[in-house]
């Protein structure tokens, strides 16, 4: 029987961070993507952005492992194989785990999700179940060219408890080669660990005192020889982008920015609105996420993650004949409920994400569809982004509104909008995906709960939102 060293508590309920204290907003510079690494450089505190204009769409198909998910081809440094551990545990914030992992592969890294807990599936910090690759223990004898550490409370700690994940993450400090963290990870993990000594380093904003004092630096991505840094949910793309670059150099880097729709600030507007109708409603809003083979994780965790912080009730149903699903870049995520049995209650808003493969799995279900059109009839809010605002113009839902889509599914729409990032008319509100859905999960809050409350999530996501 396998030996496990990690130390096994019955955990408690996941703490979710709210409501940090408030901190400057700097804008970043339009300067290139490009990190001088053999200094200690840190980026201001700033939205995760980076001045980047998509080129072209993003070709996912359903992974039959990790290893086969769409990567960058245009560079050859991207054929490199790199091995990359992301480590798990019960609470780990499923933002910053499932950003780090998809951008990763992308980029092309082998990513071995390893989970500190006795089972593979896990709980995330926002209820969101994950399945890991492997146990931490298969990975104590292999070589990896980067260890990134999730934050999420109790997740930090679980990791901080695992002697396995202890050695492997000193080892690498010790030879020199990458390790990083995010969140709460460097204060709660790395620190106890010694793996901070002389290091400048940054954590989430309600951390930020753990850390020794003249070493705290207050930036998005602080980067300090092999270690990198970083604030929170909010900077998760930045975190994961600057590991691109230390992996497998600028170009890789700028090319995944723009697969993902990292764009510079005044690059587009955040939102526009048509039609403009009260979406309040008297009793806490239940949603409904239908998941697919195929969907993109970025899109179902951060959507279910940012919802859930606000309070709504949100429902994940597969489609598929299991509540396991494999998302687009071969992350494993369990559904709360088959979409049959999610069927029979009424929602106040359903939101299709997107993903190729997982898009087209999405039309073929005829009890999705039947959901769909009922939704529609009642006069209840319909939700799509990236690719599966075609789901809707397919069925007939779509109608003369306005709507945005991704790029390379947009000119299929009948009154499609390119420019803004979320387009909201009536009750239909629709993004362009990937990076874009921080701002669209946000625009859900603020119409539900009024802008108050979508800045107060924002702010505990580190994520830049308007003041008004």
């Not at 050695?167 to 901070?196: D, H, N």
């Amino acid at each position: 029987m396998e030996s496990l060293s990690c130390l096994v508590l019955k955990p408690s309920p996941p703490t979710r961070l709210f409501f940090p204290p408030r901190i400057p907003q700097m804008a970043l510079p339009g300067s290139a993507f490009v990190f001088p690494f053999s200094m200690d450089y840190q980026l201001p505190i700033t939205t995760a952005k980076l001045a980047l204009k998509p080129i072209r769409a993003s070709t996912s198909t359903v992974p039959t492992t990790p290893s086969t998910t769409s990567t960058v081809t245009s560079s050859p440094t991207a054929a490199s194989t790199k091995k990359v551990l992301v480590p798990i545990g019960f609470g780990t914030e499923e933002m910053e785990a499932v950003i780090l992992v998809d951008v990763l592969r992308r980029a092309g890294a082998e990513v071995t999700v390893a989970s500190v807990e006795p089972q593979l599936e896990v709980q995330a910090s926002g209820g969101t179940k994950l399945v890991a690759d492997t146990r931490i223990s298969t990975c104590s004898d292999r070589v990896f060219d980067l260890v990134a550490l999730p934050g999420g409370m109790p997740g930090s700690a679980q990791l901080r408890d695992c002697e396995i994940l202890k050695k492997i993450t000193s080892k690498q400090a010790e030879e020199k080669r990458l390790y990083g963290g995010i969140s709460t990870a460097p204060a709660v993990t790395l620190l106890p660990w010694g793996l901070l000594k002389r290091k400048r380093t940054t954590c989430h904003p309600a951390f930020f005192d753990r850390l020794p004092t003249f070493w705290a630096v207050k930036s998005n991505i602080q980067v300090s020889g092999e270690l990198t840094t970083s604030q929170g949910p909010g900077t998760s793309f930045m975190f994961a982008l600057a590991l691109v670059e230390q992996l497998f150099g600028e170009s890789v880097a700028r090319e995944i920015g723009e697969l993902l729709f990292m764009h510079s600030a005044d690059d587009k507007p955040r939102k526009e609105e048509f039609n403009k109708v009260d979406w309040a409603v008297s009793h806490t809003p239940r949603v409904l996420v239908p998941v697919a083979n195929g969907s993109e994780e970025i899109e179902i965790v951060t959507i279910v993650d940012i919802l859930r912080r606000a309070k709504l009730d949100v429902v994940v149903a597969s489609i598929e004949k299991s509540v396991k699903i494999l998302a687009s870049q071969g992350v494993k995520i369990i559904a709360d409920k088959l979409i049959g049995d999610a069927a029979g209650s009424i929602y106040d808003l359903i939101i299709l994400p997107g993903g190729v493969a997982g898009t087209e799995r999405l039309q073929k279900s005829r009890i999705l569809k039947k959901l769909l059109k009922e939704q529609d009839a009642a006069g209840r809010i319909l939700g799509a982004v990236c690719s599966s605002s075609t789901v809707l113009h397919k069925h007939g839902l779509l109608k003369e509104n306005k709507a945005t889509a991704h790029p390379s599914s947009i000119t299929e729409l009948s009154n499609p909008v390119d420019g803004p990032k979320v387009v909201i008319d009536g009750k239909l509100i629709t993004s362009m995906g990937l990076a874009t859905v921080s701002d669209f999960a946000l625009a859900i809050v603020s119409k539900f709960f009024g802008h108050a409350r979508a800045r107060s999530v924002a702010e505990g996501l580190v994520f830049e939102y308007p003041r008004s």
